[in-house]
């Protein structure tokens, strides 16, 4: 499986955006972006996911460079509730659908 | 809240012991996958199952085994168990098999091997 590489942690203040950076150099063409979330004390959650164009939804955004190699996950505003571990993973299609995560990064919010 | 419900949400055990987790998926998803979360290894892909079938093993040791009933509701049986098996236990379900892009994480059950 391709890796991700992710800064171990970041912090933010609350309402205001988040650039979470995730790089990918060996993604392949057929692997989908995906980003999780892992709230303290609860399961992870979907937040979003993408192959080549950029995504919006009701959670976040998802900037996907032309090349590929790299990927950012914006929060537009931050709230507190938005402190987690963001995981970042690479998801190749055709094959079993699991997921691989790496250690994620951390991100506070500060009110 | 998810819709993938996990049981129990707490399981304290001795070494040896045998422990069965049990999951049930939301309504209509067919797929469940089991993960495990400790603080060394992270978090592990173990096994997947669909619509009754195993599909993929991940990190999973001989001394676990899992299956899934026609209900569609998965059970992860450990047995022999040993202190580094003290641990979260994640149970997931997805819609479909390699289609499906989301999966939809329970609560866990936290594992501690005394």
């Known amino acids: 499986d391709a890796k991700t590489t992710q800064p171990n942690s970041m912090e933010s203040n609350e309402e205001e955006p988040v650039h979470l950076p995730c790089n990918h150099s060996?993604?392949?063409?057929?692997?989908?972006i995906h980003w999780y979330r892992q709230l303290p004390s609860q399961g992870p959650e979907y937040v979003i996911h993408g192959l080549t164009s950029n995504v919006n939804n009701r959670m976040a955004s998802l900037a996907i460079a032309e090349d590929r190699k790299s990927s950012t996950l914006i929060l537009h505003r931050a709230t507190l509730r938005d402190a987690a571990v963001y995981y970042c993973i690479l998801r190749p299609t055709g094959a079993n659908s699991k997921l691989t995560f790496g250690k994620g990064i951390t991100l506070s919010v500060r009110p | 809240d998810s819709g993938v419900t996990q049981t129990p949400k707490h399981l304290i055990t001795a070494t040896g012991q045998r422990v069965t987790l049990r999951c049930s998926p939301r309504?209509?998803?067919?797929?469940v996958y089991w993960y495990q979360q400790s603080l060394d290894q992270g978090l592990q892909f173990l096994i997947h199952y669909y619509n009754g079938e195993e599909r993929a093993k991940g990190n999973i040791l001989e001394r676990f085994s899992a299956q899934q009933f026609p209900d569609l509701h998965s059970e992860l049986n450990l047995s022999s168990l040993e202190l580094g098996d003290s641990a979260l236990y994640f149970c997931a379900s997805s819609e479909g098999d390699y289609l499906s892009y989301e999966q939809y994480f329970g609560p866990g059950t936290r594992l501690t091997v005394t």
């Open positions: 309504s209509g998803d067919l797929s």
């Open positions: 060996t993604i392949s063409g057929t692997d989908y």
